[in-house]
């Protein structure tokens, strides 16, 4: 039996006392039809219990609970603590306006408690970031005198997790060295999904599935990164992807993921987007045409006489006239870099006079 059941008894046994009620006063007016007024209008009542209680009860709890759902943690303390900042000032000031000559002394006192406490909470909220900042340098001391990390610090920041990029496993190691500071903030359907692919009859999703489910486990683990599973959900909405823009908008926080579709639908959405692939491809080394190489040319190329080797970053070099080299270490000059939606490519020749190892791979 649902909660929404039992409101719209309660609520049919309310109205049609009510319907009776009022049956029984206009009854009055006409005594031969007294029973037949009160019958009537307590069917009427009953009916309009029945059917408006929830959009007075239930529902309206349930939109502020979703609406509550959707608010960061951060936000909802924030707004607490300007509130009762609010009133405490208007409480102080309750007094003096109260002297003032009727009616001002009646109603000042009450104009004043909606208008500080609204002050409050929108100068809380709004400035929320400066406030946990500077609460956690008062609270938070190092032994040397400096600030240390805090957990409100970490939690300036909400950094929305895709599927994908959990799978990836980078993101663990990413999050470990401190370059995303904030909270990772992991959605109840991201995990969900997460956890029916690790369920799936396909034993390459399965295994990725539960790649993702250790790299989770590790980041929960980890000291110095901040997870945190919510419930928080969006309403109307079925796709993972669709959901997370939506969440991220609500929220105004960035996504991390390595999807391309998901990153362009962002994009297009005025969403900010970490992708990982991007970082991967600019932190690799940086290098001009003209500047020397040793490579371990590994496999042939697609072109005739081409070989191809591999930086200690994973960056390809295509060598030309390589082919004839392939398992040794030789000095190449780079002639091209192309960066390309996979990543950046290298071309180079071979040098002229250049030293030439037999060291093996």
Not at 94 to 120: D, H, K, W
Request: glycine content about 12%; hydrophobic content about 45%.
């Amino acid at each position: 039996m649902s909660v929404e059941f039992i409101f719209r008894i309660i609520g049919m046994i309310v109205f049609t006392i009510m319907g009776g009620y009022w049956g029984a006063w206009v009854g009055q007016l006409n005594e031969p039809l007294y029973q037949v007024y009160i019958v009537t209008f307590g069917l009427v009542g009953a009916l309009i219990g029945l059917i408006l209680t929830p959009f007075i009860t239930t529902r309206p709890m349930r939109a502020l609970r979703s609406l509550l759902g959707r608010i960061a943690a951060e936000t909802l303390f924030a707004a607490l603590a300007g509130l009762v900042t609010g009133l405490l000032i208007a409480a102080l000031l309750a007094f003096p306006l109260s002297l003032l000559p009727a009616p001002l002394g009646e109603l000042v006192p009450f104009i004043g408690v909606l208008v500080f406490g609204y002050l409050g909470v929108s100068l809380f909220v709004m400035r929320q970031g400066d406030i946990m900042g500077m609460l956690s340098s008062l609270t938070h001391r190092g032994d040397n005198g400096g600030a240390t990390g805090s957990p409100w610090s970490k939690m300036n920041r909400t950094i929305l997790l895709d599927t994908s990029v959990i799978i990836d496993g980078r993101i663990a190691d990413i999050a470990g060295t401190g370059f995303l500071p904030g909270t990772l903030l992991i959605p109840r359907f991201v995990l969900n999904e997460l956890q029916y692919i690790a369920d799936s009859p396909d034993g390459l999703r399965r295994q990725r599935g539960r790649r993702g489910m250790e790299v989770l486990s590790n980041l929960q683990k980890d000291p110095n990164v901040m997870v945190r599973i919510s419930d928080i959900d969006v309403d109307g909405v079925r796709e993972v992807d669709s959901k997370l823009v939506v969440l991220a908008r609500q929220l105004r926080c960035p996504i991390l993921t390595n999807d391309y579709n998901l990153n362009r639908v962002a994009e297009l959405q005025g969403v900010t987007i970490l992708n990982i692939n991007e970082l991967a491809n600019a932190v690799k080394s940086v290098v001009l045409p003209g500047e020397a190489l040793h490579i371990n040319i590994i496999q042939e190329g697609k072109e005739h006489g081409q070989g191809v080797g591999y930086m200690e970053d994973g960056t390809m070099v295509v060598i030309e006239n390589g082919r004839n080299q392939i398992g040794e270490y030789i000095d190449v000059i780079v002639t091209k870099v192309l960066q390309t939606a996979a990543g950046r490519m290298i071309f180079a020749r071979i040098e002229e006079n250049g030293n030439k190892s037999n060291e093996k791979k």
